[in-house]
């Protein structure tokens, strides 16, 4: 019986380590989900911002040098 009650205590000790490690894990990822998240949105505001100034300029719109203008 002494035994058993030793390989018991040693399981429970080994699962509490497992859940430590899992916690302190689950904890990063949360952290790095977290600063991903900040980051995708401040990448979809920099393409926001891309894309309205692309939507300024006309489709087909070709410059012409000043010096051609004036040629006869």
């Known amino acids: ?3 058993k009650m030793e390989r018991l ?3 429970t ?3 509490r380590n497992v859940i430590k490690k899992l916690l302190l894990d689950n904890r990063y990822l ?3 989900n977290q600063a991903l998240t900040v980051r995708n949105r401040e990448l979809e505001e920099r393409s926001l911002v891309i894309d ?3 939507a300024d ?3 087909g719109f070709d410059l012409i040098p000043e010096d ?3 040629r006869p």
């Open 57 to 59: 300029i006309p489709i």
């Open 13 to 15: 000790s080994e699962q």
């Open 9 to 11: 205590v040693t399981l």
């Open 30 to 32: 949360k952290f790095q």
């Open 1 to 3: 019986m002494n035994d």
């Open 52 to 54: 309205r100034e692309i």
């Open 68 to 70: 051609d203008l004036n």
